[in-house]
């Protein structure tokens, strides 16, 4: 059980396109998600917490508008990155909490990669 | 505030021989301790956690962790190191109470030799 899918693996874009991200939990509702992102050898920095129905809340110097984020059901939520640029390529990871509980499971995660 | 300290950022074991990784952390209330295994390109997978109870925590894959609070340590070991086990392993800590956001330590990298 718990079961987090994040699709796509991997994309690569061009500059300036928009690329959207979806995490889904498989099994379980999750009126939580978060989403992480990941440089190379480093450890995950909390980019946003989603909450279901609900505006994200965004981490400090995350740009809101450049990382879109929409918990519109129980089951998924999306990161778009809007006009990315390479300083955008990056591991990006989500998960989603199961209610009443204090457990994270975390998606596979998908390598942006901006041309 | 919180925060997680992983001592050493690299680990490297012979296959068979013990594991230790460390973990310390700063909290100014009860914490919620956690141990995650993340595989090359891949998302992490939960190890074990400590909420309550119980200091001794048992995991997968023969892994394990003790709460000490005197120590604000919650390092992790596992008996016997195994080839599958290299890997990257990041620990967390938040606050009690549901959907709490995690802090998390950079991350040791194990590497098991033959």
């Known amino acids: 059980g718990a079961v987090v899918s994040q699709h796509p693996s991997w994309v690569i874009c061009k500059s300036g396109t928009s690329v959207k991200i979806e995490c889904r939990s498989l099994?379980?509702?999750?009126?939580?998600m978060f989403w992480y992102r990941q440089f190379p050898k480093q450890s995950l920095m909390l980019m946003a917490t989603?909450?279901?129905?609900?505006?994200?809340?965004?981490e400090q110097g995350v740009e809101k508008d450049k990382f879109l984020i929409n918990h519109a059901s129980l089951t998924l939520s999306t990161l778009t990155v809007t006009s990315a640029h390479p300083e955008d390529s990056s591991f990006y990871i989500c998960?989603?909490?199961?209610?009443?509980?204090?457990?994270?499971?975390f998606g596979a995660g998908t390598r942006l990669s901006v041309l | 505030a919180q925060s997680v300290t992983q001592l050493g950022s690299h680990v490297s074991v012979s296959e068979g021989a013990l594991v230790l990784l460390r973990c310390n952390y700063s909290?100014?209330?009860?914490?919620?301790l956690f141990w995650y295994v993340q595989y090359p390109n891949q998302g992490l997978q939960l190890l074990l956690k400590?909420?309550?109870?119980a200091t001794l925590v048992k995991g997968i894959n023969g892994f394990e962790a003790e709460f000490k609070k005197s120590e604000t340590s919650f390092h992790l070991t596992k008996r016997s190191a195994h080839m599958s086990d290299a890997a990257e392993y990041f620990c967390?800590?938040?606050?009690?109470?549901?959907?709490?956001?995690?802090?998390w330590g950079l991350g040791t990298s194990l590497a098991v030799n033959p």
């Open positions: 998960s989603a909490s199961i209610p009443n509980k204090n457990i994270q499971y």
């Open positions: 909290s100014s209330v009860p914490p919620y």
């Open positions: 989603s909450n279901e129905g609900s505006k994200a809340t965004y």
């Open positions: 099994d379980f509702q999750a009126t939580t």
């Open positions: 400590y909420t309550t109870g």
């Open positions: 967390a800590v938040s606050g009690a109470g549901n959907n709490r956001k995690l802090i």
